[in-house]
């Protein structure tokens, strides 16, 4: 669909360039952030309709995606608070989207992707934040109220985890290519 | 930056671009190049291992989800508007209404209202006689307490809406003044008004309320003049005040 032009005032074609240039690297650190495409989907309609309430309060288009990826981390933890009597444990290593059998899902991907689903919240969030959102770590330490040295730590140790689980078979392959 | 402070860096920030980061990674001859180099390919199988498809059509259905919501608030706004603007409405009619309702029950409303039936005492020219002018009054049970007023010329009892009066005509300077006096009919203050071609006065007495009035450009000296009289005449002449001569 093309962008909406003519009598549209300057709030909406802001917003709609920032759903436009945004809503895909959100929905992936959505989907990373809670592991369900579903959800993935339901936080970023939710953290775009609150950004919308507030637009007014984005100075800098530069901060717009560290303040869409605030926002979404906030609705998540809603949603994880409202939910929490609901839910069903889920075995982390069984697959529950329909995506995790596409085709560009096999191979080495598929072990990275798996391999992430299994990293503990803790290292998987920053890694997401670092990987999708573009955060540096003093951004991400702002975000999540934490000193920068020990995000440092867990960007550290997350990349050290993965390639632990990614395991010989990957390390072989890097083998290969040098 | 030593070597280990290059590899703890690049675990934590592989595609920073800091200037002693740089260096070192151009100037070590420990194989940091090469760590640097399978950092690289790392991260860029990462970015695209999370690089999950996108749903089909999320940014439309974004921008819609906000539209929707959007318009919604528009009507829910609007509404809100309308009902106050109807509340408004509603309270101005019927604040007129009621204002309508009590300026018709008012006395200088009710006296204008009783002179077309009473036209022809205008133009009355013959002096009434002190008695029956007199008679006049005592008939609604308010006898006159002083001399009436000189140039009399009608007298007669009658109801101004429901209050019962005395209705007299004098004639000043051969103009003719009504005065309409309703004993027991009491008024809080004097007042003035204009209204439908006539021009008066709605003034309180201690027994009474007595409104005097003239068609649009009388003489306001004469209807004054007729005014005290009439004041006199029904509450008596004013006692002396003390030290008066």
């Known amino acids: 669909m093309a962008p909406v032009q003519g009598n549209v005032n300057p709030k909406q074609r802001q917003y709609e360039a920032m759903v436009r240039a945004h809503s895909a690297d959100l929905y992936r650190f959505a989907y990373w952030l809670s592991r369900s495409e579903t959800i993935a989907q339901d936080l970023v309609q939710e953290t775009f309709l609150r950004a919308w309430k507030n637009l007014d309060a984005l100075r800098d288009a530069d901060m717009a995606r560290p303040w869409l990826v605030t926002i979404l981390r906030r609705e998540h933890a809603r949603l994880y608070e409202r939910k929490r009597f609901d839910t069903v444990e889920l075995d982390d290593t069984v697959p529950e989207d329909a995506a995790f059998a596409s085709p560009e899902r096999s191979g080495d991907a598929a072990q990275v992707r798996e391999a992430m689903r299994q990293l503990p919240d803790k290292y998987r969030e920053p890694l997401a934040m670092q990987v999708l959102g573009g955060m540096s770590c003093d951004e991400i330490a702002e975000a999540t109220g934490q000193q920068p040295g020990a995000v440092m730590t867990q960007l550290f140790r997350a990349r050290q985890r993965l390639k632990q689980m990614l395991g010989g078979g990957r390390a072989s392959a890097e083998g290969a290519r040098r | 930056m030593n070597c280990l ?241």
């Open chain 2, 5 to 245: 402070d290059f590899r703890r860096r690049i675990g934590a920030e592989p595609r920073t671009r800091d200037e002693r980061f740089m260096a070192h990674r151009d100037a070590c001859a420990e194989g940091c190049a090469a760590f640097w180099q399978r950092a690289q390919r790392f991260e860029d199988d990462l970015d695209a291992a999370l690089a999950v498809p996108v749903p089909d059509g999320l940014a439309d259905r974004i921008l819609l989800a906000q539209a929707t919501a959007e318009r919604r608030g528009q009507v829910g706004r609007r509404r809100a508007w309308m009902a106050m603007a109807a509340s408004v409405l509603i309270a101005v009619t019927a604040g007129g209404m009621f204002w309508r309702h009590v300026d018709r029950a008012s006395l200088p409303a009710l006296a204008v209202a009783h002179m077309p039936v009473e036209m022809d005492s205008l133009a009355m020219t013959a002096p009434m006689s002190d008695a029956a002018v007199a008679a006049g009054f005592a008939d609604r049970a308010a006898p006159l307490k002083g001399p009436a007023p000189a140039g009399v010329t009608y007298v007669h009892d009658c109801m101004v809406g429901p209050y019962p009066a005395v209705h007299v005509v004098t004639r000043m300077n051969d103009e003719p003044v009504v005065a309409l006096y309703l004993p027991g009919t009491m008024s809080d203050a004097d007042a003035s008004f204009r209204r439908d071609g006539w021009e008066g006065r709605e003034l309180a007495l201690r027994g009474g309320t007595l409104v005097v009035m003239a068609q649009d450009g009388a003489n306001r000296h004469a209807m004054d003049a007729v005014a005290r009289a009439w004041r006199s005449a029904i509450e008596g002449p004013l006692p002396r005040e003390v030290g008066q001569i």
